[in-house]
């Protein structure tokens, strides 16, 4: 599957997670200060998109002399930068992102993200990495591994889940509801090394946190 690394202008992530991350992908997309992030570990995007206003100006330099794509869109706009680089990627013909340094100072537009995000997956399929957990958004089925003892909250997101199935969880759901408004999915705990989790209808957060 044709896959983009979109680094976003929040929290740093520490290099092995984000080598590991590249190794997946065929594309770097940085949004704004992103780059400033991907600058700490030589590494150089193939694209930055954004209004440039968070972006360090050496950093800046050197991205435009090492080629660079550099896509600029005024500050005054509809989107925000973490939305045109979505949408500069799914443009492209990609049909997975990786997404990085969500998590910043900027809670709105953290929260925008997710929304954004969880209306796309008919188009995308989307992973959010941070140091130590990773992200999924799922309308219908995901499977992935972990560690024994690993949590992982099922996160409701829009309306209710419906028929939520999950295998390798201490606490098993068996074809349940999963209500918007009740906080029941968090913080489960991994006790299979393989994890799968099933829904009829709706869209689920997925979060694993690593222990």
Same mark, same amino acid.
């Not at 080629?67 to 990627?89: F, G, R």
């Not at 799968?196 to 690593?210: A, Y």
């Given at each position: ?38 600058? /700490?570990?030589?590494? @150089? ?9 968070? =972006? %360090?100006?050496? *950093?800046?330099? $050197? ?69 130590? /957990?990773?992200?999924? @958004? ?9 560690? =024994? %003892?690993?949590? *992982?909250?099922? $996160? ?56």
């Amino acid at each position: 599957m044709k896959t983009a690394l979109i680094y976003l202008n929040g929290g740093s992530i520490n290099e092995d997670r984000l080598r590991d991350a590249i190794k997946e992908t065929q594309y770097i997309i940085a949004v704004d200060g992103g780059a400033n992030m991907l600058s /700490e570990q030589n590494i @150089f995007p193939d694209a930055l998109i954004g209004d440039m206003d968070s =972006i %360090n100006k050496d *950093v800046y330099r $050197i991205l435009k002399q090492n080629n660079t794509k550099v896509i600029i869109h005024p500050k005054e706009k509809d989107q925000t930068d973490s939305e045109l680089a979505i949408l500069y990627a799914i443009d492209r013909g990609f049909k997975e992102v990786i997404i990085t340094g969500f998590v910043g100072d900027r809670f709105d537009h953290m929260i925008a993200t997710i929304n954004y995000l969880s209306k796309l997956l008919t188009k995308l399929k989307v992973k959010i990495i941070q140091n130590n /957990e990773d992200i999924y @958004f799922v309308t219908n089925s995901l499977q992935f591994s972990g560690k =024994i %003892n690993d949590e *992982v909250s099922i $996160i409701p997101l829009h309306t209710d889940a419906e028929g939520v199935l999950t295998e390798g969880l201490q606490y098993e759901l068996h074809h349940e509801l999963l209500q918007l408004s009740s906080t029941r999915g968090i913080s489960n705990v991994i006790n299979n090394p393989t994890v799968s989790i099933l829904l009829k209808k709706g869209v689920v957060m997925v979060v694993h946190r690593h222990c």
